[in-house]
C-alpha cells in the first residue's frame, strides 16, 4: 500500500539526520491520513498522529525486550511535542525503511535517536504553533505551546492540539524548529512508568507467545539433539496418529509437527522416531578448555595492542603475578521461550515475533522463500527479554518455512530445553593475564586470551596508562554456535581484567580505588598511545560511587569489593557489600555509580542497572552451559539455575552522574563490573581468589 | 476427547482436551487467558503460577484431569477491576523490565498477603522463592510487595 503522498507534506530537510542515525528525512512522506477508528486523526510525521479528539499516539521505533525504549523513546518526543505525557498513547512502530535503524541491540536505540526523535516533537510543535497562528491570525511568535495546547499569549485564547491537528497537518514543515533548552526539560530525567505496566500486571496479551489467530495452528519442531549430528531419516507413523496432529513437515535439518493445540503438538513430537547421523566431530566442554589452556602456553597470538616492551618488563621485575581466569558458555534464557507467528500464503508473508532484528527477519525470509521484501511484514510485540538471543533470526525463519509448507497461519513454540539446548551462546572463554610489579608499582600488564569463536581483544582500560601494554586473542574453532549474549566481549573481559587489577592492588598493596585513579590520572596527562576511553568520566564514576559507598569506612561484618569498566559509551563503577553468613555469601548491598551522560526515563534507567546487577551476580554465581558430545547437558532450569530472590542484593543503590551531554548506552554497561566487584568482595571475605566460574561451584 | 468444565476467574468454562493435557496450556490455546505464562513447563519459573483453592500452583505441571471441581484464579481474576492493590503497587514502583514473569509473582506475592499480610524481607525471600525474573527485578518486588501490605492495611 504506497499511501498517495502530496507534496506539502513532505519534509525536505535531509540535512537533519544527526548522530549517525538514518532519518534521511521522508519525515512527512505520508498524505494526511483520516483513520476511522477515533474520530479523525492526523500523521505530524511518522512518529506522532493526533487524533481531532485529542488522542496523541506516538510510535517506538524499536522493539521492546524490556530494556524500556518502547518508553523512553517516545519520552523523547512527547517532551518536545510539550504534550501532557498520561494522555499519550504509545504503539510500536511497524518495519519500514523511513523509520532507520529498528534493532535492539548495543545499547543504542537511545543513544542512535535523541536528538532526531527531539527534532520530531519539535517539528511537529512547530507546525501546531503555526496552525493557532494562522487560526487566530496572530503572530506565531506570540504562542506557545505547553501541554497539549496552544496559548495566544496576549489574548489568552486557547486551541488544543486536537483542534488544531487537521491544520497543522498542511502547515509547512519547519526546516530547523528550535530544540527546548534542556533547563526547560519536564519529562526527560523524570521518572515513567513503563507504558505496558498495566497490560503487565493484569495479564493483558502482549507477546509474542500470546498470538492467536483466526485458523492458526501450533508447531514444534525436533532439532539436532547435538551439534555436530544432522537429520538422516524420520519415522512419522505414530506422530501423525496423535489426536490433534495435522501435519509432519521434514525440514532441511529438522521435523516440525504441526497440530491444533501446542500440547497436540508436543505429544506429537514425543511420538517422531528420527535417526540422527553424527556428521561432524561431537565436541565436549573439557576439550575446549584444555584446548585453551595450550593455545594460552603454546600458541602465538598476534597482538591487538602492543605498547612498550612487556618481555622486558617482566623480566626486569621484582615479582611477576601470572594469573588464569576461566568463564563457561552460558545460554540466554529470555524468560519468554522463543516462538514466532507466521503467515505465508500467496506469494506474501505475515510475520509477527519476539526478534530483535525484524529487518534481517524479513531478509532472511525473502531469500529463503523467494517473496519479494515488501510482500513481508514483520510485526514485533513487546519481548519477553532479550539479551542478545534475538538478534539471530533463526525462529523467525523457521516459523516462516513451516507455514509455507502448510499454508496456513501457525505458531511455533520452543520449550525451554528447545530453548536453552538451541541457543547462540555466550563463548566460553579463558584468559591468561601477566603482570610485571616493581618498587614503583605495576609496570608492566600482559592480558592474553582465548575463546570458542573470535579471540578476545581490544585495548581497554588500562591501556593507556602504562608504558608496557600487550593485548592479544585467539579464537579456538568449534561446531558450537555462539552469539550476542548482553554486553558481548565486555561481559567476559571486564571480569578477568577487573579481577586481576584487584591481584595487582593486593600485591602491591594499594587501595583498590586510589589506585585506579592513579593509573586514570597518568592516562589522562600523559597517555601512553591511543585512549580509547575518557578518562575523566571513569573518574566521574568512581568518585561517585566511593562517595556513596563511603569507601574507605567498611561497616562492621561487610566484605567489600571494587570494579569499574567503560562498554557502550557509559562508564559504571560499583561496590559490592557482601557478609559470610554459614559459609555463604549474601549480598547485601550494591552501589552502582553510572555515567551515560543524559538520563531519560530515571525509574527505567535505574531498574536497568538493577537489572544489570542481578544479571552479573546471577551468572557469576551459578550456571554454566556444558556441551557433552556435542549436546548440551543442561536442559532447563532445574540445570542451569539462574538467581532466585533469596540470592538477590537486599538493596541496590544506583546514581547517575549528572551531566549535560547526549545520552549513551544503558542496557548493557552495568553489567560488565558486577562479576570482578563480586569476585573481589569474595577474596576479602575468604581470603581466596574467585577466577573461574561459577563460584558456587567451589564456594562449598 | 475428554470435555472438562472448570470454575476459572468465577466463571464455568468447558475445554475439550486429552486428560493429560496441563491446565497452563487449557488456559492458554482452549480459554484465550494468556495471561498466566509458559517458562520452564517443569515447576522451576513460577511464570504459569495460578490460584487453585487459593493455594499458588504451577498450571505446567497439573494435568486439566486432575483439577476437578476446584477454583482456579489466574492474573486475569485476580481482580476484575485490575487495582488488586499488588497491581496497583506493582505499577506504582515501576517494577517490571520484559514484564513476562510479572503475573506470576503477582500471584504467588497474593497467596502470601494473604496468609502473611505483613511479610518480612525473609518471610518474602521464602514465598518468592519460586518466582524466577530474568530481568532481575527482585529489589522492586520485595518493595512493592511491602507496599501492596501497607495499602491493604490502610483500607
Ligand atoms: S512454566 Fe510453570 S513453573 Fe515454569
Ligand atoms: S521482568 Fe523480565 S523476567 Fe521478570
Known sequence: MKPTISRRHFLKVSGISTGGMLLSFSFLNQAVKADTAVDSSFDLNMFIRIGSDNTIVLLAPNPEIGQGVKTSLPVIVAEELAVDWRKVKVELAPLDAKFGRQTAGGSGSVRGRFTALRTAGATAREMLVAAAAQTWNVPATECIADNGEVLHKPSGKKLTYGELASKAATMPVPSSPALKATKDFKLIGTRITDVDAHKITTGKPLYGIDTRREGMLFAMVARPPAYGKTLASVDDTAARKVSGVKHVIKLKNSVAVVAASTWAAKKGREALVIRWNATEKLENSAEHFAAFKEMLDKGAPSAARNDGDVQAAMQSASKVLDVTYELPALSHGQMEPLNFFADVQNGKAELYGPTQVPGQVRNEVSKALGIPEKNITVGVPRQGGGFGRKLMSDNGLEAALISAAVQSPVQVQWTREDDMQNDFYRPAEMYRYRAALTEDGLTGWHQSGVGIGGGPRGDSYVAGALANYRSEGQGLKSNTPTGWWRAPGANTLAFAAESFLDEVCSALKKDPVAYRLQLLAKAKTDPVGRLGYDPEKYKSVIDLVAKMSNWGATPDGIHRGFATWFSFGSYAAQVVDLKMIGGKPKVMKVYCAVNCSRVINLSGAENQVEGAIVDGICHAMFPKITFVDGAVAESNFHAYRFLRINDAPLAIDVKFVQSDEAPTGLGEPGLPPVAPALANALFSATGKRFRKMPFAEYLA | ?155
Open chain 2, 1 to 155: 476427547m475428554p470435555k472438562y468444565t472448570l470454575s476459572v476467574n468465577g466463571n464455568l468454562l468447558s475445554a475439550e482436551a486429552d486428560a493429560d493435557t496441563l491446565l497452563l496450556w487449557v488456559l492458554r490455546d482452549h480459554l484465550n487467558l494468556v495471561g498466566t505464562k509458559f517458562g520452564c513447563g517443569m515447576a522451576q519459573c513460577g511464570a504459569c503460577t495460578v490460584h487453585v483453592d487459593g493455594q499458588a500452583a504451577r498450571s505446567c505441571v497439573l494435568p486439566v484431569s486432575g483439577v476437578g471441581t476446584r477454583k482456579i484464579v489466574t492474573i486475569e481474576g485476580l481482580s476484575s477491576t485490575g487495582d488488586h492493590p499488588l497491581q496497583q503497587a506493582w505499577e506504582e514502583l515501576d517494577v517490571a523490565q520484559c514484564g513476562y514473569c510479572q503475573s506470576g509473582q503477582i500471584m504467588s506475592a497474593a497467596v502470601l498477603l494473604k496468609e502473611n499480610p505483613h511479610p518480612s524481607d525473609e518471610d518474602i525471600d521464602n514465598a518468592m522463592g519460586g518466582n524466577i525474573c530474568r530481568c532481575g527485578t527482585f529489589v522492586r518486588i520485595r518493595k512493592a510487595i511491602h507496599l501492596a501490605a501497607k495499602k491493604n492495611k490502610a483500607k
